[in-house]
């Protein structure tokens, strides 16, 4: 059974907004974020939030631009992208961690337990 399942990715132009939403399945996690993979790149970090206090971290490339927020009610997560760019485009990826992480962690995919199986953005010139 999948414990994190994302939604919400698509064909964008530049310039226009998509929000990503992540459901975990019956389950709550001490550090949630986003990570995405282009073609022929790495997987690299986008947002974290950490459940405790409600602290969001952002890649350099995405400040600005993106809003990761948790929606305790719902136990969902959400990445809302605005002023997207075709360097945006990329497979996201809903990542989870049962405890709480160091901030000096928080970046690093090996240090998260759960992973979804990806949304695919694609964001157009």
């Known amino acids: 059974q999948d414990q994190l399942v994302e939604s919400g990715g698509g064909l964008v132009q530049a310039g226009d907004s998509l929000r990503l939403s992540c459901a975990p399945s019956?389950?709550?996690?001490?550090?949630m974020g986003w990570f995405r993979q282009a073609p022929g790149k790495e997987r690299e970090f986008v947002a974290a939030?950490?459940?405790?206090?409600?602290?969001?971290y952002y890649a350099d490339s995405v400040k600005g631009r993106f809003t990761i927020s948790l929606d305790k009610a719902k136990n969902t997560l959400y990445l809302q992208m605005d002023n997207t760019k075709p360097e945006d485009t990329a497979v996201y990826y809903c990542a989870a961690r049962d405890n709480n992480l160091v901030l000096s962690a928080i970046r690093e995919g090996a240090q998260y337990n759960y992973w979804g199986r990806g949304t695919q953005v694609t964001v157009s010139s």
């Open positions: 939030v950490r459940r405790f206090n409600g602290g969001t």
């Open positions: 019956g389950r709550t996690f001490g550090v």
